[in-house]
């Protein structure tokens, strides 16, 4: 609570600095043209006091100088406007940059946060699984059930650790592609096993196509669907379905995900594959994650070319559409 209201501060402390040193340019410009228009009347009422009221040519050289006293005037309004268009125009940047810095760095605090959270729960769990079989004399199907726990949470724990890895790759350039050939079906249908094992509470409806080929990785197009999963676990009840479709049409390869939860607001469509971006404030959240899933699904989509979109999934509950064109 306390580093969230530092970050309120933080952001508050930055607009009232914009907002002041913006109205005092503002002002500025306003006292600078004020100035110059003063300094070419003066300059005008000296000219006029010069001229002799007998000058035959007297009319000529009130309009002479009432002509370059209007185009002065003029040109201090269209340097005026266009030095504060840019000026408005560069703090606009500089103030917008800014507030995104502050705002991705407390998402980075934040993240740190989740991911120690997200680290040590699996640890700790996996760790009171083995002293409890090391300390008591547990029967066989205890033992079972603790040893499938730990593993779960292994598991957990791998994939946490693939996601930061595979974030930072992609981030650095420095991801080794090995694009081929890859039985989509067969990833589908593995990884929808594997979620009915670790998840036997929940309901998944499975709608898979055969023999359905892309060229992409493998090991990458199986990151997504995980995290796709895992994110419609997140945010669904404990009762609802999670549909889980693939087909082809119309020289399209779709895989979606269907889930009954909460939905993603209007204005979050975009930020949800924002790095470190979470749905809601950090310090009411009750959903564990570290904000990388969707970013990485949307990574992964773009390195197969491929479009990643969400929806809302009537009555409620969001479909998070990934699209590859066949060629």
Not at 232 to 253: C, H, Q, R, T
């Amino acid at each position: 609570m306390i580093s969230r209201f530092k970050q309120i501060n933080k952001l508050q402390f930055v607009r009232v600095v914009y907002w002041l040193f913006l109205t005092y340019m503002v002002a500025a410009f306003i006292w600078w043209y004020v100035t110059l228009v003063k300094q070419n009347d003066q300059i005008a009422n000296v000219q006029y006091g010069s001229i002799q009221s007998n000058d035959p040519f007297l009319a000529q050289k009130v309009n002479a100088i009432q002509d370059f006293q209007l185009r002065k005037n003029k040109q201090y309004i269209g340097e005026g406007l266009t030095i504060l268009f840019l000026f408005l125009l560069g703090a606009i940047y500089v103030y917008r940059s800014l507030v995104k810095q502050i705002r991705y760095s407390n998402q980075q605090q934040n993240f740190m946060m989740a991911v120690t959270h997200e680290l040590k729960t699996p640890i700790a769990i996996t760790q009171l699984n083995i002293e409890t079989l090391l300390k008591r004399n547990l029967d066989p199907d205890q033992q079972r059930k603790m040893l499938e726990i730990s593993l779960l949470e292994t598991q957990r724990l791998d994939n946490l650790c693939n996601n930061i890895l595979l974030a930072s790759q992609l981030d650095m350039g420095e991801y080794q592609a090995n694009a081929q050939e890859v039985d989509l079906s067969l990833i589908v249908s593995n990884t929808l096993k594997i979620f009915v094992n670790r998840y036997s509470g929940r309901s998944f409806v499975e709608s898979v196509q055969e023999g359905i080929f892309l060229k992409g990785e493998s090991v990458l197009l199986q990151l997504l669907l995980n995290n796709l999963i895992d994110n419609a676990i997140k945010y669904s009840p404990s009762g609802s379905d999670i549909f889980v479709d693939l087909y082809e049409e119309a020289n399209k390869i779709i895989l979606s995900v269907k889930d009954q939860g909460v939905g993603v607001p209007v204005n979050d469509k975009d930020k949800i594959f924002e790095k470190f971006y979470r749905v809601g404030a950090e310090y009411t959240r009750s959903t564990k994650g570290t904000g990388l899933g969707l970013y990485l699904c949307k990574r992964i989509a773009m390195f197969h070319n491929a479009k990643l979109e969400v929806i809302p999934n009537a009555p409620k509950g969001s479909i998070f559409t990934f699209t590859y064109h066949v060629n």
